[in-house]
Structure formats: C-alpha cells, structure tokens
C-alpha cells in the first residue's frame, strides 16, 4: 500500500511545468525582485493570489485585494526570512498586482 501525501502531490503539480520549461508560457511574470518573479496564472482561480518562484522554492500568496496584507498559503522551500521578505515586497507592490489580477481574472 502506498501513501501519498498531499503536501507533495501539491508540490509536484506546481513545479511540473517548470520542469518542462512551459512555466514561461503559463504563468506571466508581473513583478521581478531578488532573483524572484511573481506570476499569475491566467486561468486560475479566486481569490486573487501569486506565485512566487525562485530558482528552488515556489509559494503561493493570497493577494487580499485591495487593501491586503498578502498571506501566506503555500511554501515549497522558502526560509521564513525569506517569506517575509516576499511578504513586504507584495505588500509595497500589492495595487499594481491587484490591477494585474483584476485585468485578468475580473473582480477579486
């Protein structure tokens, strides 16, 4: 019997796209910084979120648009200095990421 954790399952399917190099084509980069670019996926889903991907970790902020402050959903591999990090960055950038949302998605 084989058991699967969730955690990876999640981890797997976000990264599988990169590992192809289609990551470029799915997911738009809004916002460059520290080695890092925040993306949205075109097609994805509310609430209004990004992901952040590094070189070796990727996570997943929900934007709480318009006024914030982005939380933390997801982490694959970032330090918590790191996470907070990203977190002031978000939150400096957080109306032009809600606009970018909103051009894509509709409301929030």
Known sequence: MQI?????MLRDR???PKR?????????TFHRFAG???????N???PAHV???SATAEAVFV???PEGPPILRENFGFSRPELGRIARELAAKLG?????????HGAF
């Open 44 to 46: 994805d889903h509310r």
């Open 51 to 53: 992901h952040v991907q």
């Open 14 to 16: 976000l990264i599988f």
């Open 20 to 28: 192809l190099g289609f990551d470029r084509l799915l997911m738009p």
């Open 36 to 42: 890092m670019r925040v993306v949205i996926y075109p």
């Open 63 to 65: 934007l709480n648009c």
């Open 4 to 8: 699967t954790c969730i955690g990876s």
């Open 96 to 104: 032009g990421l809600c606009a970018n949302w909103s051009e894509m």
